[in-house]
């Protein structure tokens, strides 16, 4: 298994509290990505990094921010959680390049529950 | 976003051949993907094609791919009850952006 480490695995917080995520690599891939997975929707990409302080934003950005100070940590936030924010939260991380190495390693997973 | 559809169930009998079908709209996919996800788990990486192939066989796994008309297929041969879960197909494009489907959920029956 790549070494990706997502913390928290599990949380539940009130609406209007700050949320922040952790994912933490130990393969130094250059991508790191945030997704979030809901039923009916698959995996939608929130924001992406491709290296350190270099970060885009997804397709459902909104109410989410990055930042990526280290090769190894991808931190993200939710500023003011919300019901809608509910879900469940994977990373990734891919190699640069074209070939196999862009196959994206999935972490295991946050459960994320506003109430 | 892209759009990466697949249907959302798929139920087949321990023994047959299961075939999970994607349409895909970007065309500069560079190499397209399939994913498992198990309950409770993250995804893990089944196969891949690269675009300008048509077919890729990996045992019982056999994906082809029709790029004139954007469809990608998984066929699973000699399904059994441990193949039951959730298979999403992705494909990558510019700067490493990997885009999913909605994923097809399997049940493989004794």
């Known amino acids: 298994d790549a070494g990706i480490t997502q913390s928290p695995r599990h949380k539940v917080t009130e609406t209007g509290t700050p949320v922040t995520l952790r994912c933490h690599q130990t393969?130094?891939?250059?991508?790191m990505y945030w997704y979030r997975q809901d039923p009916g929707h698959g995996l939608r990409l929130i924001h992406y990094?491709?290296?350190?302080?270099?970060?885009d934003k997804g397709e459902v950005s909104d109410g989410y921010s990055v930042s990526r100070s280290k090769t190894e940590d991808f931190l993200l936030t939710l500023e003011s959680a919300t019901s809608s924010q509910t879900s469940v939260y994977f990373c990734?991380?891919?190699?640069?390049?074209?070939?196999?190495?862009?196959?994206?390693?999935f972490g295991q997973g946050t459960r994320l529950t506003v109430v | 976003g892209e759009d990466v559809e697949q249907s959302l169930f798929l139920s087949v009998r321990e023994g047959d051949s299961s075939v999970i079908n994607c349409t895909y709209t970007?065309?500069?996919?560079?190499?397209l993907y399939w994913y498992k996800q198990e309950p409770g788990a993250g995804l893990q990486l089944l196969t891949y094609?690269?675009?300008?192939?048509d077919m890729k066989q990996d045992q019982r796994l056999t994906v082809l791919l029709n790029k004139k008309d954007k469809h990608l297929s998984l066929r699973i041969a000699d399904t059994q009850t441990g193949d039951s879960a959730i298979y999403f197909c992705?494909?990558?494009?510019?700067?490493?952006?990997?885009?999913f489907g909605s994923g097809t959920k399997l049940n493989v029956k004794p």
């Open positions: 990734a991380i891919s190699e640069q390049g074209t070939g196999p190495n862009t196959e994206a390693f």
């Open positions: 393969e130094n891939h250059r991508y």
């Open positions: 970007d065309s500069s996919s560079t190499y």
């Open positions: 990094s491709y290296g350190v302080k270099d970060t």
């Open positions: 094609i690269f675009s300008n192939m």
């Open positions: 992705a494909e990558s494009i510019r700067f490493n952006k990997f885009y």
